[in-house]
DNA sequence: ATTTGCCTAACGAACGTTAGTTTGTATTTT
DNA sequence: AAAATACAAACTAACGTTCGTTAGGCAAAT
């Protein structure tokens, strides 16, 4: 990936992020960059891929945060809060990518969508490992595992419905603050 | 609004919620009824129209609903569960709807979507006042009450991702555990 | 001399929508 | 009872626009 083709595709996520990738036309992100339309096919061979790129390379950061995590030998709940706070990381740290991840994938088409639905399915399941390993030790409630996985995950991913750089909480606080909520669902009372 | 136009609606938001409202033609919504795309335009004035009413008839749901607890005096945490079952209950008995007015209100364009964004910030409003009477009754513990609100509303609407009427949770249960869970959070320890 | 990055021009397809008409079904008038 | 009227809901045909994309060329950088 040369540093043009970097530029575009970051400007075109900014463009993306505003309207979706389906009310977004082409013509939209090459006035972003005052380019001809025509000129980004130099870079990119299809609008989708677009797309791909951006689903793809948001997947693979999160995969890597959670297989590395999964490897530790700390307890769940460190666990928990270590990938919380890598969730919340990369969703921050790349905001417009990550809005464009986790509303515009349904836009990706054939093989590209089965294989992104496989790799999301795949990071769930490393989420609900760490769930798993808490109620095994007995520290968590025992409780609807797909279900507490579910709500872990949607309260971390709509941060991105209002978080902004310029707010009074940093990414490390929204994490410490999601663990701590999450948390005093699924951790055991110590009566 | 004729017993047909509902009709139409219905089969049109049924296609909506599958590709999401940007990326269905007028074309697609047609096919599924089995009439030309022209004849829709004796029911509704554009494709717009379609998303207008589905997302303004489920934002006055959801605001009828927190008007009516609003005005009851139960104690905050009553509230609250009061609150999160009937947005279940709404999400869940109008899923096509609920899955369309959550992702595709964005597609709304010049006054309705100001209007709208007006009338989910009016909702949210109503959430935060049942979380900053837990406060005041010193019940819940203090803290960022934007943070809590959208913490609350985050997990509660991610459940039209995968609710499913045949799955084994039926909406009364799931609102009972998404309580359970959001007030573990919220409640300050009986210490 | 080759490659890179962008351009102009244009393609065919799909888009939302309009105009005007037909059809079937009630309702009213003869 | 039969004929005339009104209306709703669908149709056919087509409009102008926008869509994603391709072909081919030109200028600057390597």
């Not at 090459?30 to 025509?38: V, W």
């Not at 409780?143 to 579910?150: C, E, Q, R, V, Y």
């Amino acid at each position: 990936m040369t540093e043009r083709k970097r530029q575009i595709l970051q400007s075109a996520q900014a463009v993306l992020k505003m309207k979706g990738y389906a009310a977004t036309s082409v013509r939209d992100i090459a006035k972003s960059l005052e380019m001809e339309p025509a000129s980004l096919y130099s870079h990119f061979s299809s609008k989708e891929d677009i797309l791909k790129l951006t689903c793809f390379d948001m997947a693979s950061k999160f995969d890597r945060a959670i297989q590395e995590i999964n490897t530790l030998y700390f307890d769940a709940e460190q666990q928990l809060r270590m990938a919380i706070k890598e969730h919340v990381q990369i969703l921050t740290s790349h905001l417009d990518s990550a809005i464009i991840f986790l509303r515009d994938w349904r836009n990706l088409t054939g093989e590209s969508l089965s294989k992104f639905i496989e790799k999301r399915n795949s990071y769930e399941k490393g989420i609900r490992k760490i769930i798993q390993t808490g109620i095994d030790e007995g520290r968590f409630n025992e409780s609807d595992i797909k279900f507490a996985t579910l709500t872990v995950l949607s309260s971390v991913n709509w941060i991105v419905e209002w978080y902004s750089p310029q707010g009074k909480l940093n990414p490390t606080q929204i994490a410490e603050k999601l663990s701590d909520f999450i948390l005093s669902g699924l951790i055991k009372n110590k009566l």
